[in-house]
């Protein structure tokens, strides 16, 4: 007879699409992502915003849930993007969790490689994705996959009143 931790860790991952009914579980794993990365200060979304943006007509995002014995595990989120240079489409990984829990099941790789094959039927040639830059548990992780370093770039961004103020000023 297994015992109760063993018996968990027995149980299959399965993996299935996030669904509407998902946006809090979506929304609360945001949240202890936020807090494992000493960033939940920063997260100001909102799982009406997840409603609007990622499950209307236009999705900005999907998501890909996975499970173990019912109880929600791990999550991707991610949303398509395309390499002029390539001349071929790919797949951003936005954000990566899995439950403590559940962490040392290959949740998180299983999850990544599910992406993959996704974009990859859909003609997809590349995975991207960004890496907070304290966290050296994930950067071993994605290197353990294959999953490197780009040198050659760097990610720049604006935020908030900045962002408003620069799409707001009128051309010269």
Not at 140 to 166: H, M, N, P, T
Request: glycine fraction near 10%.
């Amino acid at each position: 007879m297994l015992s109760m931790s063993n018996a968990a860790t027995a149980k299959a991952v399965t993996l299935r699409p996030g669904t509407i009914d998902d946006v809090e579980t979506i929304h609360a794993a945001l949240l202890r992502l936020g807090t494992h990365v000493g960033a939940h200060q920063e997260i100001t979304s909102t799982p009406e915003d997840l409603r609007r943006y990622g499950f209307s007509a236009n999705p900005a995002f999907s998501t890909l849930i996975a499970e173990v014995g019912g109880e929600f595990a791990g999550l991707c989120l991610h949303f398509p993007i395309f390499s002029t240079w390539m001349g071929r489409p790919g797949v951003y990984v936005q954000d990566l969790y899995v439950e403590d829990r559940f962490r040392g099941r290959r949740i998180g790789e299983k999850l990544l490689r599910q992406v993959a094959k996704e974009c990859r039927a859909a003609g997809g040639v590349y995975l991207r994705l960004s890496v907070d830059t304290d966290n050296e548990t994930a950067k071993a992780f994605y290197e353990r996959l294959g999953i490197g370093w780009s040198s050659y770039e760097q990610v720049q961004k604006i935020v908030g009143d900045a962002f408003f103020a620069f799409a707001d000023t009128p051309e010269e």
